[in-house]
């Protein structure tokens, strides 16, 4: 088989595309699973928008995406693992935990949901000419035990930023203090409108898209000009894949 250059490129595309549900035909309802200690299993809806069917595998890890479902040891069984999922249909998935015995009771866990989705073909279209693309998609899942303590929206408020240098480095600080997991979607330094002058306050790009886990510290360089009486500016996603604005206060 052939393929011209303008295939040849639509290919490279779509694969370094392959992790990003807006490419993906079957999705999921949600952005992530919130699994509540002491509920028996959780139920998924995935829905195939293509105009056509989709062969669909489910499995989940640990944090490592290079795992596949023959080598996952996450300790999930979901239900059904393969299966075919018409045009405009929906398909219900039962997710149970099994692992209560070998994860922390204090805080949350995290693990990773995959699912990835082919073109269910007919032989005669899938001898044909044709380039076949399969999509993953990576959804995370936590786990959270009933002797958790505080609540998911107080958060912010356990979270202490400090800046300091680090040989001839500036690095924040951040250290989180509750049981869950700090979703970051960005994070900036913000300089105080009275030390800028007229105008909008200059912000700092610290971080974007990472996550600090509970009870544990994380330093980030910061690469910029900084000035005196800053604070930060934390946009925090939610359990309902909400984008949570927060300014806060960095400690002296």
């Known amino acids: 088989m052939k393929l011209g250059w303008r295939s040849l490129i639509g290919a490279a595309i779509m694969v370094a595309a392959n992790s990003t549900p807006l490419w993906a035909g079957v999705v999921l309802t949600g952005t992530r699973i919130i699994f509540a200690d ?21 499995w989940l890890d640990e944090g ?4 596949n479902i023959e080598n996952s040891s996450a300790p999930f069984v979901v239900g059904p693992q393969i299966f075919r999922i018409q045009p405009d249909a929906v398909q219900t998935v039962r997710l149970r935990f099994l692992g209560q015995d070998q ?26 000419n044709r380039l076949v693309v399969v999509f ?12 958790i303590v505080g609540q998911a929206s107080e958060l912010s408020t356990h979270l202490q930023f400090k800046l300091h240098r680090q040989d001839t480095q500036t690095v924040l ?18 300089a105080s409108q009275h030390l800028m002058g007229k105008g ?8 974007e898209n990472e ?30 894949g909400v984008l949570i604005e927060h300014e806060l206060p960095l400690q002296d």
Request: no cysteine; aromatic share 10%.
């Open 136 to 147: 993953k998609n990576r959804i995370k899942v936590f786990y959270r035990p009933k002797q």
């Open 211 to 240: 996550i600090i886990a509970p009870k544990s510290t994380v330093q980030w360089p910061v690469a910029g000009n900084l000035v005196d009486k800053q604070h930060i500016r934390l946009s925090l996603v939610n359990d309902y």
């Open 64 to 67: 490592d995406e290079n795992l």
């Open 103 to 128: 994860v922390p009771q204090d805080r949350e866990s995290l693990f990773y949901m995959n699912f990835s989705e082919t073109p269910a073909l007919k032989k005669s279209a899938s001898d044909a």
């Open 173 to 190: 600080q951040i250290h989180n203090n509750s049981a869950y997991f700090a979703n970051v979607k960005s994070l900036s330094l913000v």
């Open 200 to 207: 909008v306050a200059k912000a700092l790009v610290v971080k």
């Open 38 to 58: 002491g509920q028996k299993e959780k139920t998924i809806y995935l829905q195939n928008k293509d105009s056509y069917p989709n062969l669909v595998q489910i």
